[in-house]
């Protein structure tokens, strides 16, 4: 089996990232620093006003123009009851001054705010993690009805349950179909220590705070890209460098011995 080589160009306006072997480019991912947007990061936020008429409120998440809450978009535990139940009026829910920790689910457009929810999702390369929830759910596209059973057993035993310090929800991704259970435990491992993160940031912080954002590209180079093939990991960004090596030391530590900051074509 061929080794391969990552290198990872970084600019403040776009990174790109190319995967080698054999001397020859077989992927190159480019990710432009402006058309990120806000989807998918996480603020501690305030309510400055709730609308009882629109079912909704605008919230303080640190941005030029507040950001809109919906109703349908709050959790439901502890605000109303479970799946089926009338829903709470907004007014009973929230108030205003309160902090709300939340997430974007559509960035702004023109004159509206992006668009919130208190129901968070964490995407990682195999699971999407619902730490408010305890169910596990399968992808649809997914193989047999028989084989996402035998998923459904093989998570349910790794995720444990919340009087053993585990639980949570958890979606399996569609790459997660022939993922061994080492490698799903290791996904588990990192979306638990970015929720305990999270949760930490948000005991701490001022309102309007940005408590996680998702991933950048060279983040996700370690997280979904690195396998046992990989040889190196090559920035020419001394910065990028150590907050790449700080990352994978948290969430990645596998992959951190493969980095390498070089300048032109030589690593130093």
Do not use: C
């Given at each position: 089996?061929?080794?391969?080589?990552?290198?990872?160009?970084?600019?403040?306006?776009?990174?790109?990232?190319?995967?080698?072997?054999?001397?020859?480019?077989?992927?190159?991912?480019?990710?432009?620093?402006?058309?990120?947007?806000?989807?998918?990061?996480?603020?501690?936020?305030?309510?400055?006003?709730?609308?009882?008429?629109?079912?909704?409120?605008?919230?303080?998440?640190?941005?030029?123009?507040?950001?809109?809450?919906?109703?349908?978009?709050?959790?439901?535990?502890?605000?109303?009851?479970?799946?089926?139940d009338a829903?709470?009026?907004?007014?009973?829910?929230?108030?205003?001054?309160?902090?709300?920790?939340?997430?974007?689910?559509?960035?702004?457009?023109?004159?509206?705010?992006?668009?919130?929810?208190?129901?968070?999702?964490?995407?990682?390369?195999?699971?999407?993690?619902?730490?408010?929830?305890?169910?596990?759910?399968?992808?649809?596209?997914?193989?047999?009805?028989?084989?996402?059973?035998?998923?459904?057993?093989?998570?349910?035993?790794?995720?444990?349950?919340?009087?053993?310090?585990?639980?949570?929800?958890?979606?399996?991704?569609?790459?997660?179909?022939?993922?061994?259970?080492?490698?799903?435990?290791?996904?588990?491992?990192?979306?638990?220590?970015?929720?305990?993160?999270?949760?930490?940031?948000?005991?701490?912080?001022?309102?309007?705070?940005?408590?996680?954002?998702?991933?950048?590209?060279?983040?996700r180079v370690?997280?979904?890209?690195?396998?046992?093939?990989?040889?190196?990991?090559?920035?020419d960004s001394?910065?990028?460098?150590?907050?790449?090596?700080?990352?994978?030391?948290?969430?990645?530590?596998?992959?951190?011995?493969?980095?390498?900051?070089?300048?032109?074509?030589?690593?130093?």
């Amino acid at each position: 089996m061929a080794s391969q080589d990552i290198l990872i160009n970084w600019a403040p306006q776009e990174t790109r990232v190319a995967i080698i072997e054999n001397g020859a480019v077989q992927e190159l991912h480019i990710e432009r620093t402006l058309e990120r947007g806000l989807v998918g990061n996480v603020y501690l936020g305030k309510v400055v006003r709730v609308l009882p008429g629109m079912q909704s409120a605008f919230i303080d998440i640190g941005m030029e123009r507040t950001a809109f809450l919906h109703v349908a978009d709050l959790h439901p535990h502890g605000n109303g009851g479970g799946r089926g139940d009338a829903v709470a009026p907004i007014e009973r829910q929230v108030f205003e001054g309160q902090t709300l920790t939340v997430q974007v689910i559509k960035d702004a457009i023109g004159t509206k705010g992006a668009r919130l929810s208190t129901q968070i999702s964490i995407a990682g390369r195999l699971l999407v993690f619902l730490p408010q929830d305890d169910h596990i759910g399968i992808s649809q596209k997914i193989g047999s009805h028989e084989l996402r059973e035998q998923l459904r057993q093989r998570m349910a035993a790794l995720v444990g349950t919340r009087e053993e310090g585990g639980g949570g929800g958890f979606i399996l991704r569609t790459n997660a179909e022939e993922a061994s259970d080492a490698e799903l435990a290791d996904d588990i491992a990192y979306l638990r220590k970015t929720w305990a993160h999270i949760r930490a940031q948000a005991l701490k912080a001022p309102p309007a705070t940005l408590l996680h954002e998702d991933l950048n590209l060279a983040q996700r180079v370690l997280r979904d890209l690195v396998n046992e093939r990989t040889a190196t990991i090559r920035i020419d960004s001394r910065m990028q460098f150590d907050a790449l090596r700080e990352f994978g030391q948290l969430y990645t530590p596998s992959a951190v011995n493969r980095l390498q900051h070089y300048k032109g074509e030589r690593p130093i």
